[in-house]
């Protein structure tokens, strides 16, 4: 799978303190450096707002809230969707903690469904689309004392994320 949906859904960082692992603090506000990644970045979003609470991480694409992607901090699946006309995007996330809590692990399933209309009635319905399941992973780091974010795709695309400001 390409990197593009998987890190547009699923760049999030976090001040990660579950299972007792190390804190390392990757909230707030992160711009792509298109010149220093490398792969599918096309379709990536350009920047990333990061928040954590005691219970969950937020990432809003783009500063979107309505593109927000959320991963329960005690390694829980959390789901979500995402509405783009008649066609819904459902998504079931994982975060694990790598490294002493020096690393992320974001896994993350997508399931296509659509709203169609109940034979000659205005009720729509949603339904499964024939579209595969599509799982995909990403490795986060930080780098340089905390001022980049490394994103390692599964598809061999590295992103690299420049901290604006923390939140």
Same mark, same amino acid.
């Given at each position: 799978?390409?990197? +593009?949906?998987?890190?547009? !859904?699923?760049?999030?960082?976090i001040?990660? %303190?579950?299972?007792?692992?190390? +804190?390392?603090?990757?909230? %707030?506000? &992160?711009?792509?450096?298109?010149?220093?990644?490398?792969?599918?970045?096309?379709?990536? %979003?350009?920047?990333?707002?990061?928040?954590?609470?005691?219970?969950?991480?937020?990432c809003?694409?783009?500063?979107?809230?309505?593109?927000? *992607?959320?991963?329960? !901090?005690?390694?829980?699946?959390?789901? &979500? $969707?995402?509405?783009?006309?008649?066609?819904?995007?459902?998504?079931? %996330?994982?975060?694990?903690?790598?490294?002493?809590?020096?690393?992320?692990?974001?896994?993350?399933?997508?399931?296509?469904?659509?709203?169609?209309?109940?034979?000659?009635?205005?009720?729509?319905?949603?339904?499964?689309?024939?579209?595969?399941?599509?799982? *995909?992973?990403?490795?986060?780091?930080?780098?340089?004392?905390?001022?980049e974010?490394?994103?390692?795709?599964?598809?061999?695309?590295?992103?690299?994320?420049?901290? $604006?400001?923390?939140?």
């Amino acid at each position: 799978m390409k990197a +593009t949906g998987l890190v547009i !859904l699923t760049l999030l960082t976090i001040s990660v %303190g579950t299972a007792g692992a190390a +804190t390392v603090d990757f909230a %707030g506000t &992160w711009v792509l450096n298109k010149a220093k990644s490398a792969g599918e970045i096309r379709g990536v %979003g350009e920047m990333m707002v990061v928040a954590v609470d005691d219970r969950e991480l937020t990432c809003d694409v783009n500063g979107d809230k309505a593109r927000r *992607s959320t991963f329960r !901090l005690d390694g829980k699946k959390t789901t &979500w $969707q995402l509405e783009s006309g008649t066609v819904i995007k459902r998504f079931t %996330g994982e975060l694990s903690v790598l490294q002493e809590g020096g690393a992320l692990e974001v896994t993350r399933r997508v399931e296509y469904f659509g709203r169609v209309e109940t034979a000659g009635s205005m009720i729509k319905k949603t339904v499964k689309l024939d579209r595969p399941e599509e799982t *995909s992973k990403a490795v986060w780091t930080l780098q340089d004392g905390g001022k980049e974010l490394l994103v390692k795709t599964e598809d061999g695309t590295h992103l690299v994320f420049e901290r $604006q400001s923390k939140n």
